[in-house]
């Protein structure tokens, strides 16, 4: 698989990684057999780097991923904190930040952990010095190798690459979310620091599997959270309107080359993009990881294609998202 610098990490990974959020809870139930059988299905197609976070399934997926590290060594796990305590920036202290990062050394069975995110956290937090002070003094005590933020919005973004030791953004970009292509992974490119690009399918909108009489699972984000209802609307089918997705999705289908489904032509769309350090998608099994590690061996997509991409982002997509992250 192609590698990429992640960033200030100085790490080399695979430009298709593996999001490890529905590993833990909100994606409807996946056993642990199936979930460690998952990620050996993906780390044996070449993945290297796993995204995860405490809060998925209050530890599980860390846990799980602990197992795996333990099997096969040699991997780049990031984990993400602050999502467990109530959202407000007095919570983002260092004394919070050890007791937080213990939990997951302990999770994932490791002495130190290669990279540490800001899990979403309040807008204010991006402009506490104290909070970056807090999170280098982690890296001088050895308990993490580096530290990034996981983002909602790309000012917090553009706020996060200006810091001078945040080694890599985590941020929502797929073919209904360009607006990071416009700033953020310029500034990004620029400074050196890495891009993680989350929720690749738009909660699996552009895998093209489903349709206007799709039920999800009670305990499934896309159900529970299409309004809000319980963490911000834009991490669910990225904050597109369920059926204006379909639409969307229906254009681009026909773009799809031969061999190719349109789950790949999503990841190789988010792949082609500079300054792209790695992408991660989810799978619920051993066959959706195979399929979404062997996109990064697909070739590049012609410019038409992604000039077709935009245009249906800005007749239908751009008017529901473009302003508010």
């Known amino acids: 698989m192609e590698q990429r610098v992640l960033g200030r990490t100085g790490r080399q990974v695979g430009v298709v990684g593996l999001g490890a959020w529905q590993l833990g809870a909100d994606w409807g139930e996946v056993s642990e057999a199936d979930a460690l059988a998952t990620l050996h299905a993906a780390v044996d197609a070449g993945v290297d780097f796993i995204d995860t976070a405490d809060v998925y399934g209050d530890g599980r997926s860390e846990k799980i991923i602990g197992r795996l590290l333990g099997e096969r060594p040699g991997l780049t796990v990031a984990t993400k904190m602050g999502r467990r305590m109530l959202q407000t920036p007095e919570a983002y202290t260092l004394g919070n930040f050890r007791a937080w990062t213990d939990r997951s050394r302990a999770n994932l069975g490791v002495d130190t952990l290669d990279l540490v995110q800001l899990h979403c956290p309040p807008s204010a937090v991006f402009d506490d010095d104290a909070v970056f002070d807090g999170l280098d003094t982690l890296v001088a005590e050895g308990a993490i190798a580096a530290y990034g933020v996981s983002v909602e919005s790309v000012g917090e973004a553009l706020t996060a690459i200006a810091r001078p030791n945040v080694a890599a953004v985590q941020i929502i970009l797929n073919a209904f979310r360009l607006k990071p292509l416009d700033e953020v992974l310029p500034a990004a490119e620029k400074a050196g620091v890495g891009i993680i690009a989350r929720v690749p399918l738009a909660s699996g909108l552009l895998s093209g599997r489903y349709g206007p009489q799709t039920v999800f699972a009670e305990n499934d984000h896309r159900n529970f959270n299409r309004q809000g209802e319980a963490f911000d609307v834009g991490e669910t089918f990225s904050g597109v309107e369920y059926g204006v997705g379909l639409q969307a999705v229906d254009r681009i289908r026909g773009l799809v080359p031969r061999g190719m489904t349109m789950a790949q032509f999503a990841l190789r769309w988010i792949i082609d993009q500079p300054g792209v350090s790695v992408v991660?998608?989810?799978?619920?099994?051993?066959?959706?990881?195979?399929?979404?590690?062997?996109?990064?061996d697909l070739p590049p997509l012609p410019a038409e294609t992604h000039a077709t991409v935009r245009r249906v982002y800005d007749e239908l997509i751009r008017p529901q998202v473009h302003h508010r992250w």
Do not use: H, M
């Not at 991660?280 to 062997?294: D, F, L, S, T």
């Open 280 to 296: 991660i998608p989810g799978a619920r099994n051993p066959e959706q990881a195979r399929a979404n590690a062997a996109a990064a």
